[in-house]
Structure formats: C-alpha cells, structure tokens
C-alpha cells in the first residue's frame, strides 16, 4: 500500500507479485484448513482453496502478459480464470454449515444473488458509462467489464443468504464477507476508471485484490466451529429480518429507473441493458416459481400441524371437530367414544415424560389396529383419546369399547413394570337430545367420568340418568361456588376427651353446608366437589379463620383446650398456607399452639421437600400437626421420621372392629406403641360403643373422639360441653 500510495518505480509489478504471494498463501491456508476441520467442513475449504490458486494463476498470466508490452492484457483465457474462480467460490459458500441441506433452498439462494447482480447491470451503466460516447464503447471490455462487480456482489448476496438468522454467524464467513466486499469496491472502482481512460497499472485501487486475498488466508485460521446440536436441529429456525426477504428486489426498482436513464437520445437502449433486463425478468419468473412452489409445501406442512398430532400421528382436535360437525350433517347414525387413560400421570411421573409418550405412541398405534376401518380413532390432547363413528358402519359403539379395553390390556412384561395405564370409555349416541356436537361431546365426557367411578378398564353409555346426575353436579358446583360469600356454610365441633380423666382436650372443626334448596349438606357431599374445582381453597381458609375466633371464646372455660382443623392436600402445596395460619391466630388473639391442623396420610405422602419444609415452619411457629386416618396410607412408616407431626389419628375403620377382631387390637396396639417411640399422641377415632373405650383405653390410647364422648355440635353445644358438670359427666 505504502509503494503504491507512495508511487514508487516499478509499481505495477509490486502489485501483481503481491498480488500471486498473498493468493498463494491464502490458498495455501484454505488447504491446510481443510485439513484440520471435520469432514462436513472440508469440501468448503478445498474449493476455497481451488477458488485461490485461480486467483494466483490468473494474476500470473495477466502479469506475463503485462510486462510482454501488453499494458492490460484482457484476454478470454485471464477471463475465463477469474470467472471460474467466482464460480468455485459461490459454490464454497453453498457447501458451507450454514447453508440450506435442500436444493430447492440453494437454487433460491444462487438466484436471489443473481437477481441483485443482473439488476446493477442497468445501474452501473447509467453511473459508470452515461457520460461516455458511443465511440469509446466500442471495445466489449469497457461495456462486459460491467459484469466484474456485478458477480462480486451477487456472491456477496448469496454470503448474506447463507449466514441466515438460524445461527450465530460463523467467524469466517464474516471475514469472507469482508473479502468480498473489498473485492467488489475493487472491481467497481477498476471499470470505472478503465472505462473514463485514467486507470494505469500500480494505481492505488490495486491494494484491494491482495487485501481481498488477505481476508480469506485470516479466515481459514480460524478454528473449527462447535458442532452443531441435534436438539438444536430440531428446533424450528427463527424468521429471517424483513430486509433479508427483500434483499433480492430492492435493487430491481432501481434497476427499472436506470433503464429509462440508460435510453440513448436515438430512443435505444444500450445491448447490454436490454440484455440483462430480460436475463432479468427471466430469473425473476424463476424465483417466483420457487416460491410459488415453496408456499405451497409450506402451506401441506402447516395443514398437517394444524390437524395432526405430532406425537402419535393420529388426527388432533381440530380435524375430529370438524368431521364430527360434518357427521351431525350428513345425519346419523353417529357415535363418539371418549377415552381417558387411567394412572397414565403415574407414568409421567414415576418413568419420565419420555416413557410417557412412548407409551401414547404405543397405545394410538393398538387403538387404531382395534379400531381398523369402523370409525376414526383422534388424539384430543394429553392422555384423552376419542373415536367417532360415523357413516355406513354398523358396528356397535359397546362392541368398539370391547375391543378397544381388550387392545388396551397390558401384556404381561408391561403389567410386571407398571408402565401400562387402563383406560376408561364413555359412549354417547347422537339423538334428538343433541342440539350440536358440543352436546354430543358432553354426553360422552358425562359417560366417561361414569366409567372412572365405575372402576378401570370400563366403559359406559350415557343415560338420561347420567346425563341429570351430572347436571345435578353442575348446578351443585355453581352453587358451592357462592357459598362462602354468601355465609351458608358453618361449623360443627367434635369433641376430643382425655380418656383417663373424661374431660375435653380439643375439638375438630367440622365445615357443613346449609344449602338454601337441598337443606343441611355433610362434607362428604360437597368437599369431594370443592377439592375436583379448587373451590377447596377459600373454604379451607374460611374454616381455619372460623375456627381460631371459636375457639379465642372457649379459652375462658377450658385454657387447655385447643382446636383441630382438617386441611386439603391442595393448601398444604400452596406457599401461602403459613401466612393464612399466622393471620388466622392473630386476628383471633389465640397462642399458635392452640391449633392443630390435621392433614391425611395421603396429602403428605404426595408432599415434595418444599412441602415438608412449610411444615417444619409451622411446628417452629408452633402449630400442631396430626396425621389423620392414620393406617390408610401405603408407606407411613417411611415418613413419620420425617414428618414433624405432633400426633397420630387411628382411624375408624380399626377401632371399628376392637371388639370383634383381634388382628384389629393389635393394628391399634401396634400404632400406639410405635407412636409412643416417636413422642407421638394418639387419638382414637370414631369410638361409638363402651367396649371400645375400654379397648383403646386398656391399650393405652391418650385421646379419643366419637359419638361415645359427644356427636358433632355448635359452638354453643361445645362450650356447654366444656364447663366442669359436663366433664364430671364424661
């Protein structure tokens, strides 16, 4: 740069031996790079290099021929070597990483350059040659001289297109941008002084060709880029930026206004324009029609997305609604099959989501061999299948759910490993009774829950029955759901009796329902309910808050006495359950230690680590703990050294049977000395009879609960119940 900025002698031979030097040794590095990158990456390094040594060869011949008295030897064979250079260049750049793997996306990119390089044909005509005189354009050089820069800035086109947005750009692939680039200001700056006359060998302008040469050695020394993940893959790319898109068009407005520019004052239009206009036009149709055929793949994949499920195969939702609406058109007969798979989130949660939908895959695959041509089995989403029946086929829906639960029988490895759900069915038949296909869908689904109460592996066919049970349900459901803020739910209290001394130690809370049409409502009528909507939730907080000011207004008779509230599985996930408590207490004035909240074994068995630790909270706060229904459970043992539980509740069903059946004495036997090894009081439930005081006395039970000591009563009945007179009588 320096000798020809400089203008020192001799410096047109300065530029052409840098020129093959720098050339040579970038082709040099491109094979060395080959070499060490893996073999998706070679082919693209090994024509760079080949795009290279064409690079110095040409250079080679073009200075022989200069210095044998040719002063710019433009001759077919130097042309032709730098053309066939940017070929093996365009076709590195479409052998790289990043590059479209189809050949319709490579035509797309190779055309997209082509667009952008024939449409500066007519523009570098009106900037390069307007002010020449026809005369001077005599020489094809000065007019297809014109075509150097357009091919260097259709490859840098084609760099843009490859980079994409799907990735990070590659680190060479911006240096080879930049080579390009250069190359293509080169180039341009090189015809248009050729085409005024003020070019001459060693001008300044030519640093550019080895600086362009320079740029390709750097990027072959980059190192190897990480490979490609096959998640990553698999993930859909994102959109490219709208100038990506446009990138191909914005030069042909141009290109349109340059060719009324280029018209001669005879009213012609230069060759070469007119040319590349048509060539213009042509490639443009080209394009179109790739699109044209793109858009039309695109829009078959995005009607498979939108009516297929990508897991098992099967027709999804949408497809099954719209058959079904068509079905209710043409008129019956038609039937739907409604299946959910039974214990499938045990699956989930025990083998992993990967099990999970190996096992819908398996399932779909023996529903639609059971199936076969008599209806059409669909997936509507998570582990809920359905199968519509429709048409000419006389098959029975009862004999299609036979088939399906015996398809659906788990063989005997699956059995062993537990990674085969049952699956309940619900049948509904379209009738007069069916206004659209919503109520169809409802009858099915009624039928279906029919089916879950029923037991697995089952099915059942709405009835009218089912159908104004589940109505019942609803309204039920509606009506809970205003309970509360209308205040028609109250509180019951059960005393809780020291069985050595008679007198009441504590009293469980228990929430009933005066309903305004149905009457008096016992918890197991509406609490199964209140738990399946989450409704649970504000009645749980309701009864702890009911139950604290109840009890802050005992205190004065029996200070000792404290309160039980039974709490949900679904408050005792919630973070929130520990300020719900502490405001309770304190808003009543009652000492902490005063409330037991008392939680059944499956809610704490079911409890993650987070769950055991809001419990500890409470115990350090000073709440006591009870584990209801005690010996109801499947692995309790497991969990009371991690439970900070204060007491355990023997449920009924054992004290039930004290006096009939001795395996029963020492289940409750057993239970009271194994809570006696963990500091644990016990408290029998559901003691009715005098021999069963004296059984879970004589086996050393602290407390007891039951209509023995007491039937649920107000807080009036209660308090009653805690004076000195009443105690002496228990």
């Given amino acids: 740069m320096t000798w020809l900025v400089a203008a020192l002698p001799g410096a047109a031979l300065v530029s052409d031996l840098t020129a093959i030097a720098v050339s040579g040794w970038a082709g040099h590095a491109c094979v060395r790079a080959a070499r060490r990158h893996p073999p998706p990456l070679r082919r693209f390094w090994v024509l760079l290099a080949v795009t290279m040594g064409l690079a110095a060869l040409g250079r080679t011949v073009w200075t022989v021929q200069r210095l044998g008295d040719d002063a710019l030897p433009h001759t077919v064979l130097i042309g032709a070597l730098f053309t066939l250079g940017i070929g093996t260049g365009t076709a590195a750049l479409l052998c790289c990483a990043a590059t479209s793997r189809n050949v319709v996306g490579r035509a797309r990119t190779v055309l997209d350059g082509v667009i952008v390089g024939l449409a500066l044909i007519p523009i570098g005509w009106v900037v390069v040659f307007r002010d020449i005189a026809d005369a001077d354009l005599a020489d094809p050089l000065r007019t297809f001289g014109l075509l150097y820069p357009m091919l260097d800035l259709m490859q840098l086109t084609i760099l843009v297109a490859v980079a994409g947005p799907a990735r990070p750009m590659w680190r060479p692939l911006a240096a080879i941008g930049a080579s390009l680039g250069t190359r293509a200001v080169a180039d341009a700056a090189y015809v248009s002084l050729f085409a005024h006359g003020s070019y001459a060998p060693g001008h300044p302008i030519d640093v550019c060709w080895p600086l362009s040469y320079l740029l390709i050695g750097v990027a072959a020394h980059y190192p190897s880029p990480p490979a490609w993940d096959a998640a990553e893959e698999a993930v859909e790319p994102p959109l490219p930026p709208w100038w990506r898109v446009a990138l191909p068009y914005l030069p042909v407005g141009g290109a349109i206004v340059a060719v009324v520019l280029a018209r001669r004052p005879t009213g012609q239009t230069p060759h070469l324009v007119f040319v590349g206009m048509m060539a213009l036009l042509g490639v443009l149709a080209l394009r179109q029609g790739l699109a044209a055929n793109e858009n039309l793949r695109l829009v078959a994949r995005l009607r498979r997305l939108a009516y297929t499920d990508q897991l098992t195969g099967l027709p999804n939702r949408l497809t099954f609604t719209r058959r079904l609406r068509r079905a209710l058109r043409d008129g019956p007969p038609v039937a739907v099959l409604l299946l959910d798979l039974d214990g499938f989130k045990q699956v989930n949660d025990r083998f992993g989501h990967v099990t999970g939908d190996d096992l819908l895959t398996s399932i779909a695959g023996r529903m639609k061999a059971a199936v076969a041509d008599d209806g059409t089995v669909v997936r509507l989403g998570g582990d809920e299948f359905a199968v519509l029946v429709d048409g000419d086929r006389e098959v029975r829906p009862e004999h299609l759910a036979e088939r399906l639960l015996d398809a659906l029988q788990p063989s005997p490895g699956e059995e062993e490993a537990g990674v085969h759900p049952s699956a309940s069915i619900g049948i509904a038949e379209y009738g007069p009774q069916h206004a659209s296909h919503t109520d169809l869908l409802r009858d099915a689904d009624i039928a279906m829950y029919a089916a879950k109460a029923a037991g697995k592996s089952a099915y059942r066919t709405c009835t009218a029955a089912l159908r104004e049970a589940a109505v019942g349900r609803a309204e039920l459901i509606a009506d809970l759901r ?249």
């Fill in 482 to 730: 205003r309970a509360v803020d209308e205040e028609q739910l109250h509180l019951e209290y059960q005393p809780i009796v020291d069985l050595a001394t008679g007198e009441v130690r504590s009293a469980e809370a228990l929430v009933r329902w005066r309903h305004p049409r149905l009457g008096l409502l016992t918890p197991a009528r509406f609490l199964p309910l209140a738990e399946e909507t989450g409704l649970i939730l504000p009645i749980d907080r309701w009864v702890i808050h009911e139950a604290c000011r109840a009890a802050a207004t005992w205190r004065d008779r029996n200070p000792d006495a404290t309160v039980a509230v039974n709490i949900a599985a679904a408050h005792l996930r919630r973070p929130d359950l520990i300020a719900t408590v502490t405001s309770a207490t304190a808003g009543a004035g009652l000492a902490p230690r005063a409330l037991t909240l008392e939680l059944t074994e499956s809610a704490l068995i079911e409890g993650s680590d987070a769950v055991l630790d809001r419990l500890r909270q409470l115990r350090e706060l000073g709440i006591r703990i009870a584990i209801d229904d005690f010996g109801t459970g499947y692995s309790s043992l497991s969990y009371l050294h991690r439970i900070p539980a204060t007491e355990l509740k023997i449920d009924r069903s054992f004290v039930a049977r004290l006096g009939e059946d001795s395996r029963a004495y020492a289940t409750v036997e057993m239970v009271t000395r194994l809570a006696d090894a963990f500091d644990l009081t016990v408290v029998a439930e559901g003691v009715e009879t005098d021999r069963q005081h004296e059984a879970v006395t004589a086996i050393g039970c602290v407390h007891g609960q039951g209509w023995r000591y007491g039937r649920p009563t107000g807080l009036a009945g209660l308090r009653a119940a805690l004076t000195p007179a009443a105690r002496n009588r228990t």
